[in-house]
């Protein structure tokens, strides 16, 4: 058999290989998609405003950690990710949009998390927040 042919078919299997994983990985979570910080809705912005300053927040689970079992956001020790509740107008209850940030201690000595993340669908999904 000609070396550039089996070349070519394993070529072929790799890059398949890769999309099956790709593919795996967006239908379990693994993907993140972005939002800019000023396309969020008014209430995530305040949130957000709210987190750089520390609070002060509405409800008493705002900033508990948020344990990422869903496995949607990248992971990270525990402690690393909170939550924080996001006012749905209408809802009786907290509603299902969060603000989910990250960072290390020192970051949250900061009240600068090293990252943010926008689910409107109570977990199931997740935006990375671009400012």
């Known amino acids: 058999m000609n070396v550039s042919i089996r070349c070519g078919a394993v070529l072929?299997?790799?890059?398949?290989?890769?999309?099956?994983?790709?593919l795996a990985g967006a239908a379990h979570g693994y993907a993140v998609g972005e939002v800019e910080a000023a396309a969020l809705p008014?209430?995530?912005r305040g949130v957000l405003a709210?987190?750089?300053?520390?609070?002060?927040?509405a409800y008493a689970?705002?900033?508990t950690v948020f344990g990422n079992r869903e496995?949607?956001?990248?992971?990270?020790?525990?402690?690393?990710?909170?939550?924080?509740?996001v006012e749905t107008p209408g809802a009786r209850n907290r509603g299902a949009?969060?603000?989910?940030?990250?960072g290390e201690a020192r970051d949250w000595?900061?009240?600068?998390?090293?990252?943010?993340?926008?689910?409107?669908?109570?977990?199931?999904?997740?935006r990375r927040i671009r400012e």
């Open 12 to 22: 072929r299997l790799f890059l398949a290989a890769c999309a099956a994983w790709f």
């Open 71 to 85: 496995g949607i956001l990248p992971r990270k020790a525990r402690g690393y990710y909170r939550e924080y509740t």
């Open 50 to 57: 709210a987190i750089r300053k520390g609070g002060p927040f």
């Open 61 to 63: 689970k705002d900033g």
């Open 42 to 44: 008014r209430e995530a």
């Open 97 to 102: 949009r969060r603000l989910v940030c990250g």
């Open 109 to 126: 000595e900061r009240n600068a998390p090293a990252a943010c993340y926008y689910t409107d669908d109570h977990y199931a999904s997740f």
